[in-house]
C-alpha cells in the first residue's frame, strides 16, 4: 500500500526534518514505508497575504537534506512547466494539484521527466474524465502514473467523496491514492485560508481501504493549529501512528 505523508508546506527546516524522522520511525515501526510529501510553494492561497512557502530553490535544497538523511522518496508538487527538471533532480514523484490536473503543458513537462507523476483529480471533474489526463501522461512517455482523489465540489465552501471515484478510476490500470485530509476541506471555510474537518480523516481513510484502494495521502504536522496552511485539514504526528495500525488492519483482513 503507498503511503503518502507530511505537512502541507515547508515551514521551518529543523522542524520538517524532525517530522520526517519521526515519519521514518513510524513507518519501521509498522513495517511500511513512507513517502515523505512537502511543498516548496503553495500557489493556489486564498489570499494574498498567506505563507506560500520558502520557493523553490530553498525548497527543494531542504527536500535533498530530508532525503539524505532519511533515505525516504520524496513527493512535491510543481505548479508551471519550467518547474519540472529542476523539481526532478531531487523528489521520486512529482504532484499536480487538483486545480491543474487539465493544464496539458503541465502534464506534458513532468512526463517528459522520467519520474512517477501523481495527479490529483479535480475538484470539479468527474472520475471518468481523469481518462484524458491519463491519456496526455502516457502519450507523452510517462509510464508510471498515479491518480488521486481528494473530494468534489457539493455547493459553496463544501467537498463530498464519492468512493465510486476509487474503482473508477481504477479501471484506467493506474493506482489510485485517496488524499484523506484535503478531503475533508472547507475551501475558503475561514475567509481568507481554507477550513476543514480533522474528525473525519479518519473514517474516510478506513472507508477507502475498505473497498481496496492502492495508496492513501495524508498531511500531518506537530501542531496543526498553528500550521501556516492547511491546519485545519491536517492530522496530528502523535495520532498518525494509532490511526495507521487501525488502517492497515483493514487492509490485513482483504
Known sequence: MIIVAGPCVIEDRS????LAKELD??????????IFKAS?????????D?????????????????KRATGMEILTD?????????????ADIIQIPAFLCRQTDLLVA???????????KGQLLAPSDMKNVVDKLRKSGCEDIWLTERGTFFGYGNLVNDMTAIPVMQKLGVPVIFDATHSVQKPGGLGKSTGGNREFIEPLAKAATAIGV????????????????????MVKLEDFEAMMEKILDIKEVL
Not at 492502492?214 to 492547511?230: I, T, Y
Open 78 to 90: 510543481i505548479h508551471l512547466p519550467n518547474q519540472a527538471q529542476h523539481v526532478a533532480k531531487v
Open 110 to 120: 513532468a512526463a517528459k521527466t522520467g519520474k512517477t507523476v501523481s495527479v490529483k
Open 214 to 233: 492502492d495508496g492513501l495521502f495524508f498531511e500531518v504536522h506537530s501542531e496543526p493549529d498553528k500550521a501556516l496552511s492547511d491546519g485545519p485539514n
Open 15 to 18: 522542524d520538517i526534518l524532525g
Open 25 to 34: 520511525h513510524i513507518g519501521y515501526r509498522l513495517g511500511i514505508d513512507i
Open 50 to 66: 498567506s505563507f506560500r512557502g520558502p520557493g523553490m530553490e530553498k525548497g527543494l535544497a531542504i527536500l535533498a537534506m530530508i
Open 40 to 48: 516548496f510553494d503553495k500557489a493556489n492561497r486564498s489570499s494574498l
